[in-house]
Each structure stands twice: as structure tokens, then as C-alpha cells.
T-cell receptor, first 117, second 115 residues
């Protein structure tokens, strides 16, 4: 079984300040982890993915995430928030089942990021 | 690459009616997934296809729900005898088959409202 816990349902930052969105995962297998972003009434856009290569993963729009196996965490960060970053962010885990990589995704509950001018 | 396309974007219907949604995946993608997202929640997996074969269905997919991908290209999701609890955003995603887990690319979804 696999699961994801996003530790904050809402995060509020000022424009130009750092962003930290926290995620802990649980997986019976070596996990693949993703962060997706969703703007209102839109689908999900992939920000970045971790698939057992480098533990520090760089994504689009200046976001990055660090995989820490000892802490079972995959927190998303950005050095300087922009107004356009305001959206909902989902931490997602996918694993291997029976040796077949079918990629079923398990989503966290989401973190709504608000950016103040 | 035109991305994943879903139609319609919005559907309003009365309880008890049948509805059908369509998803056109990215053309070279052979895996197609359906998810449901209710307000304030993350998406939940419903079912997935590899080419035309439906390989897994979630327990969320009651017998009122049926999905098809007849030619391994577009897919349809039908809900019969809709209920209030079916109100949600229905998301489609597609991916390639490859080594390891391939990222899924999502459409903008179909928002279903049951009156």
C-alpha cells in the first residue's frame, strides 16, 4: 500500500519570500514521487518527478524537491515566490506493483498556496 | 502535441440521467487513466487502460460506471442513473509505457454537476 500526507492544507507567503510545502510518503516499494500543480478549474501540471536518480530534483518554474528516505519526506521548495505561483499543489506517489510499472497515482490532500503582494 | 483533451468541460444534468464524457489522450500515449476529484480533495484513481485493455478498476467505480477505449485511442466514461454524489471533476490522463514509472499528463477535466 502507498499513501501521501501533505502536512499543511494552506500555506501563505509574501511575494519574494521562500516557499516550503511539506510532504511525507509511505510506500511498500521503492517509490516514484511527483509534485503536480493545479490552477483553478484546470487540470494538473507536472512540476517535477523523483524516480530514484538524484535525490535533489529540479522542476519547472524554479521549484525543486529533495527526497529523504530516512525521513520519508519529499518537500517542495522555491527560493522566491511569485504571484503566479498561487495555486493548489499535490504531492503524489506511484509505485511498482507485482513488477509491472502501471503508474497508478496516489494523491495527497493538496496544499493551497497563497502569495501576498 | 496538443495535450490531453476532454469534452465537455462542464456538464449539468438532473439526477437519474445518464452522462458520457470523452477523453482524447496524447497521440503516442498507450496508457490512459481516469480519476475523480471532489471539492477540496486530491484526485482518486478510477480505472486505467493500456491500449484497448482495461487493466484495473477501483472499488470507487460502481456498476453504474463504465469506461471504454475501443480502438486504443480515445476513451469514454459513462455514468448511468446519476446520483448527487457523482458531482465531481472527472480527470483523464495519459502516459507512455517505458522503463519505470512514466509521468502522467492530465487534461483540464470535465466538471459534472447533478441537480
Amino acid at each position: 500500500a502507498q499513501s501521501v500526507t501533505q502536512l499543511d492544507s494552506h500555506v501563505s507567503v509574501s511575494e519574494g519570500t521562500p516557499v516550503l510545502l511539506r510532504c511525507n510518503y509511505s510506500s511498500s516499494y521503492s517509490p516514484s514521487l511527483f509534485w503536480y500543480v493545479q490552477h483553478p478549474n484546470k487540470g494538473l501540471q507536472l512540476l517535477l518527478k523523483y524516480t530514484s536518480a538524484a535525490t535533489l530534483v529540479k522542476g519547472i518554474n524554479g521549484f525543486e524537491a529533495e527526497f529523504k528516505k530516512s525521513e520519508t519526506s519529499f518537500h517542495l521548495t522555491k527560493p522566491s515566490a511569485h504571484m503566479s505561483d498561487a495555486a493548489e499543489y499535490f504531492c503524489v506517489v506511484s509505485g511498482l506493483a507485482g513488477g509491472t510499472s502501471y503508474g497508478k497515482l496516489t494523491f495527497g490532500q493538496g496544499t493551497i498556496l497563497t502569495v501576498h503582494p | 502535441d496538443t495535450g490531453v483533451s476532454q469534452d465537455p468541460r462542464h456538464k449539468i444534468t438532473k439526477r437519474g440521467q445518464n452522462v458520457t464524457f470523452r477523453c482524447d489522450p496524447i497521440s503516442e500515449h498507450n496508457r490512459l487513466y481516469w480519476y475523480r476529484q471532489t471539492l477540496g480533495q486530491g484526485p482518486e484513481f478510477l480505472t486505467y487502460f493500456q491500449n484497448e485493455a482495461q487493466l484495473e478498476k477501483s472499488r470507487l467505480l460502481s456498476d453504474r460506471f463504465s469506461a471504454e477505449r475501443p480502438k486504443g485511442s480515445f476513451s469514454t466514461l459513462e455514468i448511468q442513473r446519476t446520483e448527487q454524489g457523482d458531482s465531481a471533476m472527472y480527470l483523464c490522463a495519459s502516459s507512455l509505457v517505458g522503463v519505470g514509472v512514466q509521468p502522467q499528463h492530465f487534461g483540464d477535466g470535465t466538471r459534472l454537476s447533478i441537480l
